[in-house]
């Protein structure tokens, strides 16, 4: 792919100064960007670079007054930050537009796949499943018996849904992510063995939600683990049977969610959380990386942290005052010596 | 799949209360039936959505006396709980009632392969590879050279064992889980770079064991990584190499047992604990989550928890301290403040 | 694959005390060993051993001096730990000798790919890309569009390299690894919703690194993630997106580096740890298991532990402390009671 400057401006409806032949194929940090490159200054931090920049074109807002002659050209528009998120969507629609149906796969005869779809070799849809238009399958998903997909959505390789999931529109999951794999549930039994509870639920994915890669989510004893419109999770979360994630709640890598917990809508969970099984967690809950959740939490929108956690203050207070506690130490022993020095010149 | 109250009246020796014709089609909890389902009331807790359930039919306790009239057709059984339990077991027996060979799947013609299995498409068999009898192998799963498998196995799609792993009969693998991965050995070089440590051992595990998604098991250095009779692992576990996990033993998710550690048999681990290399944990011993477990456990049976851990008393009496730790620090400063004045009045 | 002692000696230039006959067809540990395996001894600890061993070989240093007759053949060397490494190491090539195009797979008309390589079943090499000479790619391993591999890298079964990924030379990435998956970046919206933020940077991986099992690394947002050369990481890690890992770094199993952090060459990072996004880490940092890094490290060459992370030494104190904490309650209640007793004598 590569577009002149002419090209840009037209896009962006902006103005280009200088060569409007410039030629870029590729969009680059303006601090990193080689001759070819696109870039764009929109933090004035970075002001030095544009003087300093390789790249061919920059976008700039129509404002930015220049101390100095740049080799680049510019496209001033009106809101650089904002033309360049626009340009790196269309980057990459164009790097993603895959389509077609390649060989082998396997589309099982009973399975009903929509219009409009990409579906990658080695790609496995089974019986009675269910794929809506738009949708992007990658090479090794696997899509089980009875599952449900919507329109538009994209499974990037290696993606495997296990039997009865239900999946919104919209949806992206990366790449060897597990959708619908079993709870874990066993039965103790007198001699120290366990019995598997079969888990005969599913997991319900609503729209707009985005997993990451190497995430696990478990199907439900009975009922759904469901995971709720417009949710993001990182890589390497656990989601275990019948859990519930309210929409649009943010999950970083590494979090791990008990059985049965119930978090609210708009939560904000930091990378490497435990949250223990059978709470809620309250709407517009924030809770700090590496934190671990050991009871409900029901006053809305307060920031909790530690193992086992407290409010955000109360936990950075105890920080405080551990980091004090040699200090503290000394001083006890400080009074200790006072004291008796005090009872000695007494009785002396 | 239809089933009239009469059949599974039939089914769990029971007395059908209502009408006998009543069909369902699936199974849910009491408070979630619609119409069409099949539910259970077990707990008292629960009692009130008996006069309230859309289920079609209910399975109930003989003794139960009903306080009103109810909607659904009712079957009276010994034991509902147990009874619903044989019914799930069932159901999803039927569910993953999977058989055949389908096509394209790769068996190498050096290979064994027992009866009534099933091979997904894109599963892969390598040279002089042994799967026993009744074994489900689904797609995208990668059994290596010389892997051996006992029999009644289920691997879900997207499992890999690396050449020479040892399987016993019964064990269940969820998607994406890999097994026999190098284990993490390099030695360090004069010039600050590292050369790898060949790992020539494997991994084995015996019967009756669970393995979640996501999870890796590496192989041995020299000699097998052990996973004993009956151990059950959730999602996202590692264990490294040389490791044995005792029989019975239960790891909840995102754990991580380092090298060389034996862990003893029927220890409960909860999820996202940390266990140092070599060293061992005592038979029966249970771990809380998130503890970091650092040095050996000798004595049997015990409870720990913290990072590091200590006895889960201690940890528990710590914990209190901690929180008091903002008051000890008042109370040394009205310490000082009382010695001092004491001693002004003293001298004065 | 069997070998004689004789064959041995030849091999390792050493000296067979013995049955030259003697066969061999596995490596064990001398204290395992079953008749038929090759075994060594280096550490005088397991010196007992050497009389009890049912190994049929053992290599054994020159030097030493035998107190009784043992039942296995000799092979006497002048290094007898270095020498067993060599073997390891062949007995592994040989091991993973896996060579040419395994059908079906899928090969893109444009990709290019090297001489002599492996290609498994079901592995996929999408347009454009490029492989090197002498790579092994397994079953199920997913290259996709414009990636570039170098020579001799060995990719597992159910790799996933996305869009643009740059390998080295000398790379192995274990089974599952996700290399290129979308950086976790969203923009907060008015309604409480986030909108995806592109992801159109890529991953670089420099030569002679080893990724484990499960793995992600995100590619960047703009730019590259980059891999240095050498860099040695465990399974279940989590790179995210515009982070840099430094070279001749180890990080161990389970660890999460966030956003745009960069780490220095050679620094050491145990399991499970925690490190925040947009900061730095000094050379020759070394970072206890469990712990949670919240800030720069701009020392070269300490060490550091706890979450969050003090100097390891500050830490060690600390948790000393920590223990003495219900013993520093009672001294406190004690001065109290004293401070008392002295006020109400002086008083009466």
Chains 1, 2, 3 share one sequence.
Not at 41 to 48: G, I, Q, R, S, T
Request: aromatic share 6%; charged share 20%.
């Amino acid at each position: 792919m590569q577009f002149t400057a002419h090209q840009i401006g037209v896009l962006l409806n902006g103005t280009v100064e200088g060569n409007p032949d410039a030629t870029v194929s590729k969009l680059a940090k303006i601090e990193e960007a080689e001759e070819g490159s696109l870039s764009f200054l929109a933090n004035p931090k970075y002001e030095a670079f544009l003087y300093t920049t390789n790249a061919s074109v920059v976008i700039l807002n129509n404002e930015f007054q220049l101390d100095h002659p740049v080799k680049a050209t510019l496209v001033r528009v009106k809101d650089a930050y904002s033309s360049f998120s626009v340009l790196l969507e269309k980057y990459n629609t164009i790097k993603l537009d895959k389509s077609g149906i390649e060989q082998p796969c396997f589309i099982h005869p009973s399975a009903t796949v929509g219009k409009d779809v990409y579906i990658g070799a080695f790609a496995y849809i089974g019986p009675n499943a269910v794929i809506g238009d738009n949708c992007k399958i990658y090479p090794h998903t696997y899509i089980s018996d009875n599952v449900k997909v919507g329109d538009n959505c994209t499974f990037f390789a290696g993606v495997k849904l296990y039997f009865d999931t239900v999946i919104g529109n919209r949806v992206i999951i990366h790449s060897n992510s597990v959708i619908g794999s079993d709870g874990f549930g066993f039965a103790p039994q007198a001699d120290g063995s366990y019995n598997k509870i079969s888990q005969i639920g599913n997991v319900l994915v609503e729209d707009d939600v985005e997993i990451g890669a190497n995430t696990c989510i478990d199907r439900a004893t009975i009922g759904s683990t469901i995971i709720r419109k417009g949710v993001k999770l990182d890589n390497l979360i656990q989601i275990a049977h019948n859990a519930e994630i309210g929409a649009n709640t943010v999950i970083a890598s590494q979090t791990g969610v008990s059985g049965s917990t119930k978090i609210g809508e708009n939560v904000i969970v930091g990378g490497q959380v435990g949250i223990v099984g059978h709470i809620s967690i309250a709407k517009g809950t924030q809770i700090q990386a590496k934190s671990g959740i050991n009871r409900s939490i029901e006053e809305e929108g307060k920031k909790w942290a530690g193992a086992p956690a407290t409010t955000y203050n109360n936990h950075m207070r105890a920080q405080v005052v551990l980091q004090r506690l040699p200090e503290l130490e000394r001083k006890i022993e400080e009074l200790e010596r006072k004291l008796k020095e005090n009872n000695k010149s007494e009785n002396s």
